[in-house]
């Protein structure tokens, strides 16, 4: 079971592009990563996945080396209202694998 | 199209009492998971089921039961509280890939916080 490590936190200012990074190092051939949001009081949110190279949807978008040892999480022009806890997931999609980890908070100033 | 949704949304309970979390989901998907989140902490796997009629244990899964009553409704038992359960439980389905649906792709419920004294 691929383990991930993310900063545990970050701050930003809106209007600024913010790229979180998330290393697995022991990720298998088989394994996606898979990015959720947070927000307070609420349960997690997919957010994006992929296997290698860039996905870009219209939230946020992911970069992945060919290594694929780490990706990276990148928001573009952030608000207030992403404020919220980012969690990096690297599995297979088997359900005992389903580990989500402290993730990294996000706060974003005025 | 509500999505998953739990009862109750909040509840306290004695040391030692029982209570049922409930959980439905209107999306159609044969996977359903419980999980719990401590404060600052991620979330953990109590217990999933894989499509109506079974049920296997995640990563934390004593001092819980779990009941997968027909394909919209899996409910999470706790038959006697203690104070280490006080926790924000999570319902959530999908992430099997089946139906149109992304692997590891899940929806989660708006959450049940649970406090036992």
């Known amino acids: 079971l691929a383990k991930t490590t993310q900063p545990i936190s970050m701050d930003s200012y809106e209007g600024q592009e913010v790229n979180i990074t998330c290393s697995h190092n022991n990720i298998a051939t088989n394994d996606y990563i898979t990015w959720y949001q947070q927000f307070p009081s609420q349960g997690p949110r997919f957010i994006i996945q992929g296997y290698k190279t860039k996905v870009t949807n219209e939230v946020a978008s992911l970069f992945i080396p060919a290594d694929r040892k780490s990706s990276t999480l990148s928001l573009p022009r952030v608000s207030l209202s992403d404020t919220a806890v980012y969690y990096c997931?690297?599995?297979?999609?088997?359900?005992?694998?389903?580990?989500f980890g402290a993730g990294t908070r996000l706060a974003v100033h005025p | 199209n509500a999505g998953v949704t739990q009862t109750p949304k909040f509840q306290v309970l004695k040391t030692g009492q029982s209570m049922t979390l409930q959980c439905a989901q209107d999306?159609?998907?044969?996977?359903m998971y419980w999980y719990r989140q401590d404060p600052g902490m991620g979330l953990r796997l109590i217990y999933y089921?894989?499509?109506?009629?079974?049920?296997d244990k995640g990563e934390v899964p004593n001092g819980y039961n779990v009941s997968r009553l027909n394909k919209r409704e899996f409910s999470l038992r706790l038959e006697s509280a203690a104070p280490s359960q006080t926790s924000v439980y999570f319902c959530a389905s999908g992430g099997d890939g089946t139906g149109g649906i992304r692997y590891n792709e899940q929806f989660f419920g708006p959450g049940t916080r649970l406090t036992v004294l």
């Open positions: 999306m159609n998907h044969n996977s």
């Open positions: 997931l690297v599995f297979s999609g088997g359900y005992n694998k389903l580990i």
């Open positions: 089921s894989a499509s109506e009629g079974t049920t």
